[in-house]
Nanobody, 124 residues
Framework: QVQLVESGGGLVQAGGSLRLSCAAS????????MGWFRQAPGKEREFVAA????????YYTDFLQGRFTISRDNAKNTVYLQMNRLKPEDTAVYYC?????????????????WGQGTQVTVSS
């Protein structure tokens, strides 16, 4: 079993940047495909980005338009989400998640473990 802890959220003005981190403990992160999801108030949790075990494959949702980048450092047991050109509609709680199989990285049900989330608020 792996435990996930997100950090790096906060308040930022529109157009600014944040880098979220997801630190894993309990098992080595290289055993899992990793994803980032987000959930805004009153909305369902939605897929943001995912990365394969080695980092060789990445997946993004269309609405990002190239603004976010997912990466991983297995030596540090950490996954990152670099978020640039942030918009007020990016405001949400961001969650990282770990998947043993990662057959469909876009789906919440593919993920076996979840962090508690970190709040990102983008002001206009």
């Amino acid at each position: 079993q792996v435990q996930l802890v997100e950090s790096g959220g906060g308040l930022v003005q529109a157009g600014g940047s944040l880098r979220l981190s997801c630190a894993a403990s309990g098992r080595t992160l290289s055993s899992y495909g990793m994803g980032w999801f987000r959930q805004a108030p009153g909305k369902e949790r939605e897929f943001v980005a995912a990365v394969s075990w080695s980092g060789g494959s990445t997946y993004y949702t269309d609405f990002l338009q190239g603004r976010f980048t997912i990466s991983r450092d297995n030596a540090k047991n950490t996954v990152y989400l670099q978020m640039n050109r942030l918009k007020p509609e990016d405001t949400a709680v961001y969650y990282c998640a770990a998947s043993v199989r990662l057959r469909d990285p876009y789906k919440t049900y593919e993920y076996d473990y979840w962090g508690q989330g970190t709040q990102v608020t983008v002001s206009s």
